[in-house]
């Protein structure tokens, strides 16, 4: 049964940086599109940031590029989202999702495509 258990979150200060972590079980990065998607409170789930093994190219919501940075280590079946100048507007719950197969940007605006959903980790920009 795929699993995919996220870390790393926290309380973070305006201007800060977190790494978060997505551990993934019975499936290879190979085979499977990992994402990012958030929700804060009274929001709908957004996608944050997407990685497509098809093609090896990563995917960014417009209000997170150039600052969030998502990759993968394959020999530790990791996933990790590197963010960077955090904002108030970043606070939410980050979710780590996985599809089989190939996955390009319309991922992020499409929750329902993806196949497996960690539990998230909280993430918190404030004083």
């Known amino acids: 049964e795929v699993q995919l258990v996220e870390s790393g979150g926290g309380l973070v200060q305006p201007g800060g940086s977190v790494r978060l972590s997505c551990v993934a079980s019975?499936?290879?990065?190979?085979?499977?599109?990992i994402g990012w998607f958030r929700q804060a409170p009274g929001k709908e789930r957004e996608g944050v940031s997407c990685?497509?093994?098809?093609?090896?190219?990563?995917y960014y919501a417009e209000n997170v590029k150039g600052r969030f940075t998502i990759s993968t280590d394959n020999a530790k079946n990791t996933a990790y989202l590197q963010m960077n100048s955090l904002k108030v507007e970043d606070t939410g719950v980050y979710y780590c999702?996985?599809?089989?197969?190939?996955?390009?940007?319309?991922?992020?605006?499409?929750?329902?495509?993806?196949?497996?959903w960690g539990r998230g980790t909280q993430v918190t920009v404030g004083q």
């Open positions: 019975e499936l290879s990065f190979d085979d499977f599109g």
């Open positions: 999702s996985a599809v089989r197969g190939p996955m390009g940007p319309y991922g992020l605006q499409t929750p329902r495509w993806w196949d497996y």
């Open positions: 990685f497509s093994s098809h093609d090896g190219m990563a």
